[in-house]
């Protein structure tokens, strides 16, 4: 499965349709392979570990978001380091989804704030231009959402970063989107459009932090 995720992630034969490039602004930032391979190898310690297999959950893409997961964490925290902002942050989290927190806490006038990464797919970027989000965690614990969130997209190592949401904007964009189901996911989820996670919101939130 290694190699399959790292042919996945860098672009390799089984990997070869090139996506074409969206009509968004972005930040971007690269994430070395070495670490990535790291995160590959941890992700699969944390499949087993948390018993993922046990229930029945497809292994294979559980992995691979996984490791989205954390690229993407990883390129947020070294763009707030280059800023010399103050932040908090998860990291490679092992254990049960209740006790993960947030993926970022940072302070905005005086205030820890937290921040949550939404990693999307080629698809979801070039075809449907949506963010999906899970529907359990908007029907059922919505104390639990981030004050803001990001959204990102990885390929072969670089990360581009095209906006941010608030908390109250993501409620009412989820409110108004229908169920959907994924098979590969195995949960039902809600979309919101690309376009309102707005690059401005999201230098606006990076300036604002202290």
């Not at 968004?24 to 990535?36: G, M, R």
Request: aromatic share 12%.
């Amino acid at each position: 499965m290694f190699r399959k995720l790292i042919n996945w992630l860098f672009g390799t034969k089984e990997n070869s349709k090139k996506n074409n490039a969206p009509s968004f602004s972005y930040l971007e930032q690269s994430v070395p392979k070495a670490l990535i391979d790291n995160f590959i190898s941890q992700a699969q310690q944390k499949i087993v570990a948390e018993g993922w297999g046990k229930q029945g959950r497809n292994v294979e893409v559980k992995t691979k978001n996984f490791v989205q997961c954390w690229i993407t964490e990883e390129a947020f925290k070294q763009l707030l380091m280059k800023k010399n902002k103050w932040f908090r942050y998860r990291g490679l989290y092992f254990g049960d989804a209740a006790g993960a927190g947030a993926d970022f806490t940072v302070k905005i006038n005086g205030k820890e704030t937290t921040v949550g990464l939404r990693s999307i797919s080629p698809d979801s970027l070039n075809k449907w231009k949506s963010v999906a989000y899970p529907e359990d965690r908007f029907m059922h614990e919505k104390e639990k959402i981030a004050d803001y969130h990001v959204v990102c997209f990885q390929e072969k190592g670089k990360v581009r970063l095209y906006g941010a949401i608030s908390k109250p904007d993501l409620l009412a964009e989820l409110g108004k989107a229908r169920s959907l189901y994924s098979k590969n996911n195995q949960e039902h989820f809600r979309t919101v459009p690309l376009d309102k996670f707005a690059l401005k919101n999201l230098l606006d939130l990076m300036e604002k932090m202290e």
